[in-house]
């Protein structure tokens, strides 16, 4: 079969220019709600998570490397900022989000790097167990940071309308709220799906509250929302962060982290679309191209982010499929902004924890949980080990839980693979013995390996048959050469078959006794 050609450059971008344009203006419509829930999630202004969905979108693709694939600011970027834009404002108002625009440009610098480093590759190595635990982690700690929205946290934000925590009678009003809202989102798909219901609920929701003129926080409580394009943004400076190691410091481990997060999120999103297309996308590319757009975004004001599962996929059933849609989902995402900011100030918090909670929902990894006890053991102990790394560190780490997992995941499947090596014994003669050896002999399984000879033993000629087996590093040379030692020594003549090349070449190289060639 020949290989598929690449589209041509005018393909990328006007091969299907009616359904691109329709499909990113619906997209941006669901965007926008989600960029300003993020912004709260991380703890910055409105205009933070919005400016950065409109750079994101409109960089990704340019130099993306799945086209149609929508990048914006994400809940789990966004949770992975949280403790940083703390840190900041506890140095002085305004040092978070300096931050927080500091890590996003490492975090891009980070993405490039690992693009150049094949990570793309490596991500094929995760593990389910993993993949499941973060997600499952990643839904509860986006429903967990709704709880304040819904007054379990206790605090009072005061007695106007603009308080961020609903307090007193506001209460009841926005729990009845958040459970229109929930009817809204997940009735109305069974009607018709040509309007995200997202959107639809916070339509209704915010002309209910102005309406009826409903004392309930709003996101005018969250800060100040875009009245113009994006500028440059120096992070650094007298009312900046200082541009020092310390400051280096401070920003590196979240800006890993997001940056490891971000990908394998995007990867993940990328390899549905490709599956959903029947095409084939270069994941190193993309995470090239994350990088980009996460440091243009930084520069001009916004956060990091990463691939929308969601918006992705409703963009591409939605009929889009080249980069015009992605690129014309953050200029609408814009010009929305910029003509209804008047209307956006106005949205009941109500709403956007109605769409949180639906986000948290789809996030978690449902089908897997219901079948969890069909699940091998050791898959479900790599994911909740996963998933408890992630909530038990302060603040909550998906990276270290992602490396958790992985870790957990190696050592599992090595002894697994250590108990497949098996030594059977066969007497030729009385003077002759034949060990046949088959499976992996490495560091784990040389344990096993050992316990196959009887050492005590010493016919007069040995011979050990590893045409079935392979080595693989050095412990396996080093318990194959100690066999070798021990036999000799006592006395019997031993040699060594059907080593393949590889194994040979490793064996010659470090092995202690003489060539194998027998």
């Not at 690992?114 to 094929?124: A, I, S, T």
């Not at 990463?306 to 080249?322: F, P, Y």
Request: charged share 15%; with cysteine.
């Amino acid at each position: 079969m020949a290989p598929r050609s690449s589209p041509t450059l005018v393909n990328q971008w006007f091969a299907n220019p009616g359904k691109d344009l329709l499909s990113g203006l619906v997209v941006a419509f669901a965007m926008i709600p989600e960029a300003i829930a993020f912004s709260e999630l991380a703890g910055v202004d409105p205009r933070v998570g919005l400016f950065g969905a409109f750079c994101l979108s409109v960089t990704i693709a340019i130099v993306g490397g799945r086209m149609a694939m929508i990048t914006s600011a994400t809940g789990s970027t966004a949770l992975l900022m949280t403790g940083l834009v703390a840190s900041g404002e506890a140095l002085g108002k305004g040092r978070g989000l300096s931050l927080l625009l500091v890590a996003g440009l490492l975090t891009g610098v980070l993405q490039i790097l690992w693009g150049y480093l094949r990570l793309g590759y490596q991500m094929r190595f995760v593990p389910q167990g993993v993949l499941s635990g973060f997600v499952n982690a990643l839904a509860l700690l986006i429903l967990q940071a709704q709880f304040k929205h819904l007054g379990f946290e206790g605090g009072h934000g005061g007695g106007d309308a603009g308080s961020l925590i609903p307090h007193g009678m506001q209460i009841p009003l926005v729990w009845g709220m958040v459970l229109v809202g929930l009817v809204i989102i997940y009735g109305l798909p069974r009607l018709t799906k040509l309007i995200p219901a997202q959107l639809i609920a916070i339509v209704l929701l915010t002309l209910a509250s102005m309406g009826l003129n409903l004392n309930v926080p709003t996101v005018s409580s969250l800060g100040q929302l875009p009245t113009g394009l994006p500028g440059l943004h120096n992070p650094f400076g007298a009312d900046g962060v200082p541009f020092n190691l310390d400051t280096l410091g401070l920003v590196l481990p979240t800006a890993l982290a997001i940056s490891l997060v971000g990908l394998m999120e995007t990867f993940l999103t990328q390899d549905i679309l490709d599956d959903k297309t029947d095409t084939s996308t270069n994941k190193n590319t993309e995470a090239r191209g994350q990088g980009i757009a996460n440091i243009v975004s930084s520069m001009f004001g916004g956060m990091a982010g990463c691939a929308l599962v969601g918006q992705s996929v409703m963009n591409v059933d939605n009929g889009g499929k080249t980069r015009l849609s992605t690129l014309f989902s953050g200029v609408s995402l814009m010009a929305m902004i910029l003509l209804g900011r008047p209307y956006l100030e106005r949205i009941p918090m109500a709403a956007l924890v109605a769409v949180m909670i639906s986000i948290a929902v789809s996030t978690a990894d449902i089908n897997g949980l219901r079948n969890l006890r069909r699940i091998p053991k050791s898959d479900t102990s790599v994911m909740l080990m996963t998933f408890a790394v992630t909530m038990l560190t302060t603040p909550h780490n998906l990276a270290l839980g992602v490396l958790a997992g992985v870790a957990l995941a190696g050592i599992l499947f090595s002894r697994k693979v250590a108990k497949v090596i098996q030594v059977e014994a066969i007497d030729l003669s009385d003077q002759e013995r034949r060990y046949r050896v088959s499976g992996q002999l490495f560091f784990v399984s040389k344990v096993y390996f050992l316990q196959g000879f009887d050492l005590h033993d010493h016919p007069e000629r040995i011979v050990i048959d590893l045409s079935s087996a392979h080595i693989w590093d050095q412990s396996g040379v080093a318990a194959l050469d100690q066999v070798i030692r021990k036999f000799r020594m006592g006395g019997s003549e031993v040699s060594v078959e059907g080593l393949n090349d590889e194994s040979l070449d490793l064996f010659e190289r470090i092995g202690g006794q003489e060539s194998a060639h027998a």
